[in-house]
């Protein structure tokens, strides 16, 4: 049984240029999804959940007029991530707040190193603190975990991607610092591309049907994305190397050395994701196995945050400046 595939995306003839086209793909969904409208309606929702009516600690004891300076101080080796929305989030909440980034999104930090400087009303840097601070820790988190990983398949030409495995509300930030870490963004959401998984095959009867059922809805709907299809097993890689219609194969829960006979049959007819419970442990026999991409969900929902700080800068000190 075969399927046509409505935008002729793949055919036999030009494998090798529909494979260049969707790792080039993969590229070009990321930071596509960072937008100055996504990024504003971010700052406004979490700086209406943390100060509400007013920060009064701040409004109490400080005084209006009052001028500051605080660094942000590394406190843990890593990848720091954040800089670059941290300056948008203090210009958002107070364009006067003067910003000096001394290091790079990306870059490699120690205990120590200051990351960047904030100057201007002191009760603008009080009140924009905390959330600097925890988009920072955790987009920091995230690239060092990223970073990390790939350290480990280095040798090898397998290609690290993210998941919609993330926190509610802050997958753009999220997906951002892996890329900082040096990894590539999946799908950004459900409405991107049609990821056919095991729950979509078993409800749609099969895969045939879930495949079937796919491309007619999308020629009804005048939607040109891309397909991916999860398989659990070499039989069911089988059926779709059979039925066509799919741009991706992903090859879940397998062993590395199922999913090196699987890469075998597939023979660049599809690109290949290795997904399910990979972590680092496995991830180097499964990017060994010859797959072309390894999700790993990990990456954003198994992290630890990385220890970072904003200290204020003593008045006297300011004085002697």
């Known amino acids: 049984m075969e399927i046509g595939w409505s935008t002729a995306w793949i055919s036999s003839n030009n494998n090798y240029?529909?494979?260049?086209?969707?790792?080039?793909?993969?590229?070009?969904?990321m930071k596509d999804y960072i937008t100055e409208?996504?990024?504003?309606?971010?700052?406004?929702s979490a700086f209406n959940e943390d100060i509400g009516e007013g920060d009064h600690s701040t409004l109490a004891s400080v005084p209006t007029d009052q001028q500051g300076k605080a660094t942000l101080l590394i406190k843990e080796e890593g990848i720091i991530a954040g800089l670059e929305?941290?300056?948008?989030?203090?210009?958002?909440?107070?364009?006067?707040?003067?910003?000096?980034?001394?290091?790079?999104?990306?870059d490699t930090v120690k205990y120590g190193d200051i990351g960047l400087t904030v100057a201007g009303s002191a009760q603008s840097i009080l009140s924009t603190e905390r959330l600097v601070l925890n988009c920072m820790q955790?987009?920091?988190?995230?690239?060092?975990?990223?970073?990390?990983?790939?350290?480990?398949?280095?040798h090898t030409s397998a290609k690290l991607l993210d998941t919609r495995k993330?926190?509610?509300n802050f997958r753009m930030m999220e997906k951002w610092a892996v890329a900082i870490g040096g990894g590539q963004n999946h799908r950004y959401a459900l409405y991107d591309m049609v990821m056919l998984k095991d729950n979509h095959i078993d409800f749609a009867g099969g895969i045939a049907e879930a495949i079937s059922a796919t491309h007619t809805y999308l020629k009804e709907k005048k939607l040109?994305?891309?397909?991916?299809?999860?398989?659990?097993?070499?039989?069911?890689?089988?059926?779709?190397?059979?039925?066509?219609?799919?741009?991706?194969?992903?090859?879940?829960n397998m062993s590395p050395a199922d999913m090196k006979e699987?890469?075998?049959?597939?023979?660049k007819r599809f690109v290949t994701e290795a997904s399910g419970g990979i972590d680092e442990t496995s991830i180097v026999a499964v990017a060994e196995s010859g797959v072309d991409f390894i999700s790993v969900g990990a990456l954003t929902h198994q992290v630890q945050s990385l220890d970072i700080s904003l200290k204020a800068v003593k008045y006297h000190q300011q004085i002697a400046d």
């Open 224 to 252: 040109n994305l891309k397909v991916e299809i999860e398989t659990r097993n070499l039989k069911e890689v089988q059926k779709v190397l059979e039925i066509g219609g799919v741009d991706i194969i992903m090859l879940d």
């Open 37 to 44: 409208e996504r990024l504003n309606q971010f700052m406004k």
């Open 138 to 154: 955790r987009m920091s988190g995230i690239a060092t975990k990223t970073h990390h990983f790939n350290s480990l398949i280095k």
């Open 17 to 29: 240029t529909c494979r260049k086209k969707l790792f080039s793909y993969f590229w070009f969904i």
């Open 85 to 106: 929305l941290a300056e948008r989030i203090f210009n958002f909440y107070d364009p006067d707040l003067k910003v000096d980034l001394l290091i790079n999104d990306g």
């Open 166 to 168: 993330t926190t509610p």
């Open 262 to 267: 699987a890469v075998a049959l597939i023979n």
